[in-house]
């Protein structure tokens, strides 16, 4: 049952009101501002509308709801207003100090109820809408749940495989992750390329999954790679690790129901971080700013971890070594702006490798 509290310094009007809506409500009768106010203050159980007479002495309707809206717990309660004034002014200030409605008396027993029927019909519908959207919400919360559990699966399963296949690949990737966290959070930072923190979690979390295309791909064609010892057969079946894995996650994507952004950005750096800023790379040569930025912020955390962790010609490059080389490369392959923070953060990419 709904709570309607009626404050009128008129008995007869308190008395009249009462009479006509406590069949159907529950109806709290106050003969003044300073008493509704008190009551509004202690009460465990607040009312569900307000029906409030503008002209009292002491405290006035105005100076009651001017109250009530500062006060946190009484600022959403809808107010009506009750007045003999006839006049604009007043009905105007009513609504701008926030009634939702404006009856002027004398009203009959019949106008007062129909007008809070009205009230009380909209505060069902206003309960109703919250209650769905709240029930939405928590739709929307269980699938965002169940999509990043099925998020770090796949990238659990993944990352697991090529931990298994050879050890570099699953300790590579999570390098990988570290680095592009240090990236991603600086470019953030930068306010330049539209990224949320979400993204770049995403952006993260999904890079570890770059090379999944390697597990389709021959032992011995990855070991001489690495060794700079391979064929140009060789060469060209390693570069398809690019397309392989892009298709199966494309494959993966179609068969569930997992977050656009994430499948979207493992996508796009899976295909695309061989590519280069000149468009000589691989598989399709995209050029510039036509390769998605995930990817080229993966080229070149990618290629740091690579210069740090593959030998050539027995060596590997130390964080210095490393870090000149991607400058030396930034026209060429890598977007010189994206090189240029991961210049500005090297002391932190030097943390995470030590």
């Avoid at 569930?256 to 280069?276: K, L, P």
């Avoid at 971890?305 to 130390?318: G, M, P, Q, W, Y």
Wanted: overall charge negative.
């Amino acid at each position: 049952m709904y709570r309607i509290m009626i404050v009128d310094d008129n008995m007869a009007n308190l008395i009249m009101a009462r009479k006509t809506l406590e069949e159907e409500y529950e109806v709290i009768p106050v003969s003044s501002g300073i008493s509704a106010l008190e009551c509004l203050n202690d009460m465990p159980e607040l009312p569900d509308l307000v029906l409030l007479d503008v002209d009292m002495p002491n405290v006035n309707g105005f100076q009651v709801i001017s109250e009530m809206k500062n006060i946190p717990k009484l600022v959403d309660i809808p107010i009506v207003f009750l007045t003999a004034q006839d006049d604009d002014t007043t009905e105007m200030e009513s609504y701008n100090l926030g009634a939702i409605d404006y009856i002027k008396k004398p009203y009959t027993a019949n106008l007062l109820k129909k007008r809070v029927d009205i009230q009380v019909q909209l505060l069902t519908q206003k309960r109703k809408l919250a209650e769905m959207n709240k029930s939405l919400n928590n739709l929307v919360q269980e699938k965002s749940r169940k999509n990043l559990e099925l998020q770090y699966s796949i990238v659990a399963m993944f990352v697991d495989l090529l931990t298994k296949r050879d050890g570099f690949g699953g300790d590579h990737a999570r390098r990988v992750e570290k680095y592009m966290d240090v990236l991603v959070s600086a470019m953030i930072r930068s306010g330049e390329y539209g990224l949320t923190a979400d993204d770049g979690t995403t952006i993260c979390f999904a890079s570890q999954i770059h090379d999944i295309g390697k597990l389709c791909i021959a032992d011995q064609y990855l070991n001489n790679v690495r060794v700079n010892n391979e064929s140009e057969f060789e060469r060209e079946a390693v570069k398809t690790h690019t397309t392989l894995g892009a298709d199966t996650l494309s494959k993966v994507t179609q068969l569930s129901a997992i977050d656009n952004n994430f499948m979207n950005y493992a996508y796009n750096m899976c295909r695309h971080h061989h590519e280069r800023w000149d468009g000589k790379g691989y598989p399709d040569k995209l050029e510039g700013e036509n390769i998605p930025l995930e990817a080229r912020m993966l080229s070149v955390v990618n290629t740091y971890d690579n210069l740090r962790n593959i030998a050539v010609a027995n060596k590997t490059l130390s964080h210095q070594e490393a870090m000149m080389k991607i400058k030396f490369m930034k026209f060429t392959c890598f977007d010189p702006a994206v090189v240029d923070i991961f210049l500005s953060v090297e002391s932190e990419i030097k943390s995470v490798a030590d």
